[in-house]
């Protein structure tokens, strides 16, 4: 059983056939940049893990940029699962992309089970302590040497990039609270977590003037060990 309780995940449903019309009115193509610039860097990986995939889109890229990966995605939307299912078909994806309609604060993950696992606009769907519970069981479960890529929206330091970001979100986290039901507020310190859980950051871009940002972690919890015992 999870160890993380909390009311039923958000509905994705109502957004599953607009979603990518929606991205590209506010945001133009810069919400699929960040998505995808670093992906190539998962294309030797074998065992891709994607939570909260959304319509497919990721697992359709990942096909072509990982030849050799089983690439499994988990999301709550059933609807959202069912466009995933219609773009990977005939593109090879029947063989070599499994789905699972889950909530992930509800499942476990087998130990050792991926060496890749992708979070894009996931993590900030949850509260701090429950994207700590998620950032640590998946962190958990993945090979040694694991490669973690994220995709968010971040808020920026300082300055008016900071005002911009502050105004974006809570207009994003009101429409997603209108539309899907979604409680969170504010953005819970995603990096900041998949950082404490042993990856460390070798790769990153900025788009939006600092709003969106994405990073490719490696797991180097072996290294930190180290570090620790040498101080
Ligand atoms: C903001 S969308 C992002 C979708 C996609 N990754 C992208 O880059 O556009 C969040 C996705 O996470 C899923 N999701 C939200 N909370 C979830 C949960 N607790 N468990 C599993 N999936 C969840 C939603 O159904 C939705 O498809």
Known sequence: MAKTTQAAAANFDPLARVYRALEIVAFGGDLERARFCLLPRLAGCRSILILG??????????????????????????????????????????????FECADVLGREFPVAGHDAVVTLFFLDCFEPEQAEAVVGRIAAALQPGARWLFADFVRPEKGLARLRARLWLAVLYAFFRWQTGLRVRALPPSEMLIEKAGFEGIAAATFQHGLLRTRLFVENRQSRIEKIQRC
């Open 53 to 98: 995939e959304g319509d497919g889109r990721c697992a359709e890229r990942l096909l072509t940029v990982a030849p050799s990966a089983r690439i499994h995605c988990v999301d709550s939307s059933p609807a959202m699962i069912a466009q995933a299912k219609a773009r990977v078909a005939g593109k090879g994806g029947g063989e070599r992309v499994t």
